[in-house]
């Protein structure tokens, strides 16, 4: 009995001991009577605020603070990083003695290192040609023995059984020449300048190798002033053929045709006229004087200030500048275009018989055109303050680039007093006409202070293909 009377003891103390925790007692109301109330906080004196400064009249206000502006960072200066030398991964290179290049524009001086690698590729993965020689080079800028820096400017690779180029070095100079054998015998000469690296002049040689009609035809650019001449033989006799062939005659004095390389470049007619633009760098030049272009008719004269500009910007779309001091008023002078399909690229009797003219009126602001030619015109000032009649000239025909004669003609029927021409233009031959050239992938033109100028010139990416043309 002892045992039950203290188990329940202790089950109602466990239980009334879990009631007080849950649920705390409320508070006594018999001691709300002794217990005394808090203190309140003593209030603080108060503080009397001062008046507020007033501006005085007679003095400047004072500035506004302006936080000062973080200063930028400094520019990430982009270091181009040398190509990787391919002798560093290869254990058949050899390397030759650097060759001396002069100094470049700035004054540094320059050095080519030739070196031999004997399992070198093309892109197409094909095995270069074994030679004795050096087929890859790089440029050196400083101290040979410690240059500052370097860059794989050539890369030779012969796959076919022709003979190598021949590489010249010279102060800031390459020239790279090479000759292509075959029924017509092609040669070209690449010359670049090292220090910046791009094409300076390119020439071209082409001698017929077949007995029918031995001929022989060249053409020289400079890529800095976007100019160009040629000059062609045709017919010739079987002893000056086999001459010229053993010697390889470029820039043979005997050639008996001669004309202006017209060039092509990348230009938007619509922007020229909409800013009244003239031709500035960006064209070839004939004058009256008979120094620029060919006088076919009529004799020179210096005083004469008739000046004509042309630029091809698309096969058959010319941009044309004439300035004329001397026109007469009333006169009608003449444009014409002298178009062959085939013209320089087959000098045979065939292409003889496949000539066109176009022709284009001008009268002042008169301007006039048939046969499927479209032309617009505006009237501009050039850099000078001379008038200038500005034409864009759309040929019809194939989108084919043609060999092309551009010629001017001062006065018109019997009062002619002048004809300049971009060919020694002979009339209904077309072997006589003149050429153009694409100098888009080198140059680029654009409007500069109202005129269509060179920006830039002589693009190449290196390495240069040692092999390709230029």
């Known amino acids: 009995m002892r045992w039950g009377v203290i188990v329940l003891a202790s089950l109602s103390l466990a239980i009334a001991t879990q009631a007080i925790a849950a649920d705390p007692a409320p508070t006594d109301p018999s001691n709300t009577a002794t217990t005394k109330p808090a203190k309140k906080p003593a209030a603080k004196p108060a503080v009397a605020k001062p008046d507020p400064v007033k501006p005085d009249p007679t003095k400047p206000a004072p500035k506004p603070l302006v936080a000062k502006p973080a200063k930028p ?13 391919p002798c560093l991964i290869r254990t058949n290179c050899k390397f030759s003695p650097p060759v001396d290049a002069g100094n470049e524009e700035g004054g540094g ?27 890859v080079y790089w440029l050196l800028h400083g101290d040979p023995a410690k240059p500052t820096s370097r860059q794989l400017i050539m890369q030779e690779c012969i796959t076919a059984d022709i003979d190598p ?13 090479h000759i292509n054998p075959g029924t017509v015998q092609n040669g070209f000469t690449g010359i670049y300048s090292l220090s910046p690296l791009r094409l300076t002049n390119r020439e071209e040689c082409a001698i017929t190798t077949t007995s029918e009609t031995p001929s022989f035809r060249e053409m020289s650019l400079d890529m800095e002033n976007l100019h160009g001449e040629g000059s062609a033989l045709i017919q010739i006799g079987d002893a000056e053929h086999r001459r010229m062939k053993a010697e390889y005659g470029c820039q043979d004095k005997k050639a008996k045709l001669h004309w202006l390389v017209l060039p092509r470049v990348v230009a938007d007619a619509g922007a ?13 030049v004939m004058k009256a004087d008979g120094k620029h272009g060919y006088l076919v008719h009529g004799a020179p004269d210096g005083a004469d200030k008739a000046e004509i500009k042309i630029v091809a910007i698309g096969p058959r779309s010319f941009l044309v500048q004439i300035v004329d001091p001397g026109h007469q008023q009333g006169e009608r002078d003449r444009l014409d275009f002298f178009v062959s399909e085939t013209g320089k690229l087959a000098l045979d009797a065939e292409s003889e018989k496949q000539i066109a003219q176009f022709g284009v009126d001008i ?7 048939g046969g499927g030619v479209k032309v617009t ?4 000032k050039t850099a000078s303050g001379h008038d200038a009649t500005m034409l864009h000239v759309v040929l019809p025909g194939p989108g084919l680039q043609p060999a092309v004669t551009v010629s001017y003609s001062e006065g018109s029927g019997k009062s002619v007093r002048r004809v300049v021409a971009s060919s020694a233009l002979l009339r209904g031959k077309a ?11 080198y140059t680029s033109c654009a409007i500069k202070n109202g005129a269509l100028d060179i920006i830039d010139w002589g693009h190449v990416h290196a390495p240069i293909t040692v092999g390709d043309p230029p």
């Open 73 to 85: 960072a400094p520019p990430v200066q982009h270091v181009e990083k040398p190509p990787p030398d």
């Open 109 to 135: 001086k320059l050095a080519v290192l030739p070196a031999r690698v004997l399992d070198l590729k093309d892109k197409d993965g094909v095995a270069c040609r074994a030679e004795a020689g050096p087929n």
């Open 165 to 177: 180029p021949a590489i010249a070095i010279q102060a800031n100079l390459v020239s790279i020449s």
């Open 272 to 284: 020229m006229k909409a800013a009244n633009g003239t031709l500035g760098s960006c064209a070839t």
């Open 363 to 369: 009268d002042g602001d008169k301007i006039g055109a």
């Open 377 to 380: 015109h505006w009237s501009a």
């Open 431 to 441: 072997s006589s006409l003149g050429e153009m050239f694409d100098f888009t992938p």
